[in-house]
Every structure is written in structure tokens, then in C-alpha cells.
């Protein structure tokens, strides 16, 4: 009896190595915006309306997750920014988000919200270093 007790613990222990470990995405955070899900947007103070624009989230937890802006961001169409921090708000029930990028001599602010399996709320604004 002892014996089959030690040997189901043991069996109940991974020695997975970390590399190895499949990343899976968080489905209620990862998608795409604009396409399956709502998508609304103001890019340097305008609100932009059904323009094709999209944004896809893949979200490995619930700390961060990696933007993929299409046709939203000036003069770029085409935007990557990893790692985007989500900040849980139960006051609204939205994950919040934050971030700055560069792209050539533009910075581009981004914030906004994804409510969970409804849409998502982004807001772009983007300066041009001059003298470059």
C-alpha cells in the first residue's frame, strides 16, 4: 500500500522543462478586434469609424499581451508592440491597457480597454520628432 502511494505522488510530479511548455493565449482576451469583436478607435483625438481597421490581441495571461495594430496608426499599416500590460478594472469589468512604440521617427501612444468577449475601446496618438 505504501509503495503505491509513493509511486502515484511521484507520478503526480512534472519534470517538464519550461521551454518545452506549449504557450497557450487567455480566449477571453486574445482576438480580433474589428473583425470578431466590436472595435472603436480615436487616433490623435478623431474617432474613426468603420474603416477596415483592425487590432488582434494575443494574450498568454492576463498580465500582457501582444498588439498587432492594422491601418489605424498614420503613415503605418502595419504595427506591432509586444508585451502590452493589461491592468484588470472591476469597477468597469475591463482589462485595461497602456503602452508607447516607435515606429521610424513616429511615437505612438496607446491606451485603452477590452471589455471581456464584447470589444474594444483604443485610443492612438502619435508624434513626429521633427530635425529626422
Given at each position: 500500500m505504501a509503495i503505491a502511494l509513493i509511486a502515484a505522488a511521484m507520478m503526480a510530479v512534472s519534470c517538464s522543462d519550461k521551454k518545452d511548455d506549449p504557450v497557450y493565449s487567455v480566449s477571453y482576451l486574445t482576438g480580433n478586434y474589428g473583425k470578431e469583436y466590436k472595435l472603436t478607435a480615436t487616433v490623435n483625438g478623431k474617432d474613426i469609424a468603420e474603416t477596415g481597421a483592425t487590432v488582434s490581441v494575443m494574450a498568454p495571461d492576463y498580465d500582457k499581451g501582444d498588439f498587432t495594430i492594422n491601418g489605424l496608426v498614420p503613415g503605418v499599416k502595419k504595427m506591432e508592440i509586444k508585451d502590452v500590460p493589461f491592468t484588470p478594472n472591476q469597477a468597469t469589468g475591463t482589462y485595461d491597457f497602456s503602452t508607447s512604440s516607435k515606429s521610424g521617427n513616429t511615437t505612438v501612444e496607446v491606451?485603452?480597454?477590452?471589455?471581456?468577449?464584447?470589444?474594444?475601446?483604443?485610443?492612438?496618438?502619435t508624434t513626429q520628432e521633427s530635425g529626422k
Open positions: 491606451n485603452g480597454s477590452i471589455r471581456v468577449l464584447e470589444g474594444m475601446t483604443i485610443n492612438i496618438t
